[in-house]
């Protein structure tokens, strides 16, 4: 739930900014990706380059929705910052690119941060 509010603040931000759609883009998954990766201990927590059942079963059905919704939005947001109808080749190459984000990035990165704060209330 998290994740979804800090992605509806980010793109509010970018509009007020009225930033570049690839320069907003970039900064979000760029910037999860950091924090991502200083939050996990292995590479391949990073990337997610375990099997896709094993992934499942440790993330659940509404922490993976909740990380598809805040990746959508940046979507939808960065489509209404320059906004451009897409021709059929263009919506497949970015539906291709959004699976790929989705799985090997984005999908686990509220497994990172509930971790991290399991770690940290130990502490």
Do not use: H, P
């Amino acid at each position: 739930m998290y994740l979804v509010l800090f992605t509806i603040i980010y793109c509010v931000i970018t509009q007020i900014f009225n930033l570049n759609y690839a320069l907003s883009f970039g900064i979000y998954l760029i910037g999860l990706s950091i924090v991502k990766g200083f939050l996990s201990k292995e590479l391949t927590d990073v990337f997610n380059f375990k099997k896709t059942s094993y992934m499942y079963e440790i993330i659940g059905l509404k922490d993976s929705f909740m990380e598809i919704i805040a990746l959508m939005l940046i979507y939808i947001n960065t489509y209404l910052i320059d906004y451009e109808s897409l021709s059929a080749f263009e919506f497949i190459i970015t539906f291709f690119i959004f699976i790929l984000v989705y799985r090997f990035l984005f999908w686990g990165i509220l497994l990172r941060f509930k971790a991290f704060t399991i770690e940290s209330s130990k502490s």
